[in-house]
């Protein structure tokens, strides 16, 4: 199974920019449908975006126009480039395959993502 590392939050103000990376341990070129969620305390966890193998993107409403995810499967990587961050942004943001049964209910410890006003 491959496993998946997600690096790259921090703290920063309104309106900058951030970007997230998604590192695999093993190969993604067999990886079809790749995707970035994010929790919030006393929230939901909440499917952010998505990559299939072909490029084709889907957003949440909220980050359309803002958000960018990308993969580049020679370097076992999927990133999420973040732009004008607002605080509702703040959150944990966690990296998957959506594609694999077997990972339901399976998280690693994301990367805390915190955007001030």
């Known amino acids: 199974q491959v496993q998946l590392v997600e690096s790259g939050g921090g703290l920063v103000q309104a309106g900058g920019s951030l970007r997230l990376a998604c590192t695999a341990s093993?190969?993604?070129?067999?990886?079809?449908?790749m995707g970035w969620y994010r929790q919030a305390p006393g929230k939901q966890r909440e499917l952010v975006a998505t990559i299939s193998s072909g490029g084709s993107t889907n957003y949440v409403d909220s980050v359309k126009g803002r958000f960018t995810i990308s993969r580049d499967n020679a370097k076992n990587t999927m990133y999420l480039h973040m732009n004008n961050l607002k605080p509702e942004d703040t959150g944990v943001y966690y990296c998957t395959i959506l594609s694999d049964p077997s990972r339901f209910g399976s998280w690693g410890q994301g990367t805390q993502v915190t955007v001030s006003s």
């Open positions: 093993g190969s993604l070129f067999r990886v079809n449908v």
